[in-house]
């Protein structure tokens, strides 16, 4: 897929086979004009991310197994700081992983924290991140893309930073634990749909059918 | 701009300096000299100590590595001094700072180090646990001879560990925790990613401290040896493993080369779930950091600056010492040998070649600074703490030398042997001084005289108790003369020469050999028939400043020879080439090309092609060469550019002029140079070099030995070829380094005739006799 821009509206636009859905995370709309966009797609009872596949059962609705591979990227994200404070950690990026993150850690956050989750996977957001955790802290990276051109001597390595990826269902094969308050979130946060690849300006994650 | 008091102090110096008329280069030394001067008194006067005299290599500017004398407070309070036997090269951070690349900017003056080894000088107040003569190993220490630091920076050296191998500490503690954050397990599999010496040795102290086997991923094969006496199992190249490393999936993966565009391939080895220790200091951005691999990896990297264990110190850990303990503890147990990780032992004297050295060789792993090389004086001993700040700068440009004392012999006649009788042919206006030289000579003596005009004749033989031949068989018929002198105008050397062999005699021409290589080499053939001994006179390879710099460059100075520079600036008058020189014979032969063979060439700067093949050895393979007549009073060249190519690749430029304006006392400059030093032989000796030529020369700073001192050189030549002869030894000037300085000649007309490049050795075996 490709974002262009115009004036007023960011587009997206998508050559998706019929049938299948297309779910963005808003945190990954950031990408240049004429980039590449990560998107989750779901089709025929299976989803791909990453290059990576895997079967749903066909009788959940696509919006709620999209949001469960969201889930499990934000469970790891925070199972990789589980030793941190919730306080001491803080989260990048505003879209859907972002939040289903926010709302397991709760409340945080002091300055300079002792982890930061990025979820944006943005090369100056990433930067500033590593410059803002404390020496010898963390740095969980769950946005996605490809790749990204990032100097890692001034923190990552003279601060003694730890840097860690977190995937996704798909390439672990391990379905999420559900938490409670799952259905409730999604409910009062469903994707919004994007018609004529025209992106609204609100909305934490979107989705597109082809 | 000036910031702050030591801003504006430093500006106002520089103002100041600049108005005195020094140069920018002088003004950075003469600063340097007095910062540091003032720096290190008030450390001493703070600690309430003295001063130690020692070596340290700085970097002075961009590209320049000297070994410069300092001065270091004696140990205060909490501190302890070092005699330093070995500095440890950290070839790749300080090629990176030397080159300047991203991550390693420094500024100037710089003193790089890191790690060394030596025995303890002098102990502060409130250290314990150490003494004077303990051998310790001495951690963030700047190369130099002598080192104050604090005592947490030293850790003394275990019994069963070499001094030497010690002084590797700081990149033991620098791999050790990088292994240590590495967290791995006993018998878990690692992967270093990198064969320099932090990959190398990361990966020896992995195995020593329990890890299972290990894979070392290089870019060749060029450091396999020492992996493999690392007990490295597995040994694999980017250029030729590439899938072997994708299907590694190791747990553990050291990052060890630096290279910020290697990651991937670092990230392609990882297992799921592997840990990736950045050991390398990335020099710049990873352009392709492979996030979405490190995602679905679940990787976690790790920074591993020797810099974090700062912010371990932070929170009560002493990680340095521990590590610096851990790593002196293996070396004696044996359980870790860094020998062979030591690299070339470089004499600190010769810092400026090793570095350009480091430069260009990619392969070179490390290498360490002896400095036990250097001589006691410049390696340590108390300083004068009242002695005044040298702010002259001087040595810092060729302008302002430091003046040295020759040392080369300068008793031109010590071993003279025999008495060499000459006749004399030709007693024109050289004649006159190679009268003068035989009559100095011990081992000569002058017995006959003849020339045409035979006024000249008895002159001559007046003046030094000669005798005056009526004709030249007449001289040549004289069973007393051993050897007949030669000084008649060029295109007469070959018959007078042929001449004088056929009667018998030893055959002495004043340079050039002849007027064309043609003539000349018909000469040395009937000479070597005749079986006996024929020589030129190139007197000025006798000079005290070719002797001296033909020494220099004999123990190296100049490293690989490069290139000479030849300016002859002179004004002679139209009477030169048409009347005569000196006004004692009156004749027009060097006026014209058939008599003379040229001009200013031929004339004056065959002298100097004979010294620089004297002092280089080197041979002219090329010669393109542009000349004219500027005066018209001749048609002999006055001005003459030529372009040299020497055998080794080595170029040189000589520009002559016998019309230029304004230069009656005349003017003579030869310069040489290599890849490691610059000698200018005239107007007077100079010599920068890096390279440890002789002991009073100091390296990387420029000295004068002036002017060449009064040796007769006629003299000397005419003595040394007397000894040669009476001992049976080919003379200094042979037949082959005259026919060599003919050939440039001819070689040189040839081009300038042609406007095309001609080769004097093809001359050479083109003249058939």
Known sequence: MSLGRSEEHRTLELGLDPGTIAYVDSDWLHMAAGGLVPALLCQNSSLSWDGFRATVDSTMPPDRAAALAFLDV???????????????????????????????????????????????????????????????????????????????????HVRGLRVVGVGHLLSSGIAPQVPSWFDEYLDANEPVAIARGEVPGLGSWFRFAG | MATGLKGILNDQASVQLGRLGYSDARVRAAKREGWWWFESRARALRRGKGLLRASAIVWTEPGRAECLPIEVPRAGRGEVSVEISTS???AGTERAQYLRLPNALIGYPHRPGYSASGVVVDVGVGVGGVS???????VGAAHASLVTVPSRAIFPVPFGASLHEAAIVQLGVICGQGVRRAEIGPGVEVCVVGAGMIGLLAQRLALAGGS??????????????????????????????????????SPIVIEATGDPDVLPLVVAAAGVGARIVLLGSPRGATRHFPMSQIRAKRLELVGAHVETLRYEELVGLDTNRDEATRFLGLLAEHRVSVEDLMGPRIDPREADVFYRRLVRDRGLLSAHFDWTALPAKQRGGTANFLRPPALRAQGVEIGRPVRLRRNVDENPFAGAAGMLRIGLVGCGDIAVHNARGIAVAPNARLLACYDPAAELAEDLARAHGADASPTLEHLLDRSDVDAVFIAVPHHLHEPLAVEAALAGKHVIVEKPLAHTLKSAIDLAAVVERAGVTLSVCFPHRYESSVQHARSLVAQGALGEFSGTLVNFFSEKPPSYWLG????????????????????????????????IRYVTGAEVEQCAASMRVADGAADVEDTISLSLRYANGAVGTLMASSALRGHRGGKTELHMWGSDGYIVVEPELRVFTSRVAEDTVRTTQWQSFGRSTGVDIRATYVSRLASALERGDPPDVSVADALAVQAIIEAAYQSGDAGETVRPAELLAGVTT
């Open chain 2, 132 to 138: 004077v003569g303990d051998e310790v190993a001495v």
């Open chain 1, 74 to 156: 934000a469970q790891e994200a925070v199972r990789a700081v589980a030793d941190v404070p919730a306080e001491q950690i803080d989260v990048l990026g505003d879209g859907f992983t972002a939040g289903l993150i926010r709302k397991q850690l709760g409340a945080n956050r002091v300055t300079p924290p002792l982890a930061i989750i990025d979820t944006t996977a943005h090369p100056i957001a990433i930067a500033d991140a590593a410059r803002r955790v404390r020496p010898l802290g963390r740095l969980v990276l769950a946005g996605a893309a490809e790749t990204i051109q990032l100097d890692l001597y001034p923190d990552v």
């Open chain 2, 212 to 249: 299972g086997a290990a894979t070392i991923i290089a870019r060749s094969r060029s450091k396999e040896t020492f992996a493999r006496s690392g007990d490295t199992q597995r040994f694999l190249t980017i250029e030729d493993d590439l899938e072997e490393i994708g299907g590694l999936s």
């Open chain 2, 88 to 90: 440890v090269i950290s």
């Open chain 2, 580 to 611: 005569g020189f000196s006004g004692r014979a009156m004749s027009s032969w060097r006026g014209t090309r058939e008599q003379s063979g040229g001009g200013v060439l031929i004339m004056n700067l065959s002298h100097l092609l004979d010294v």
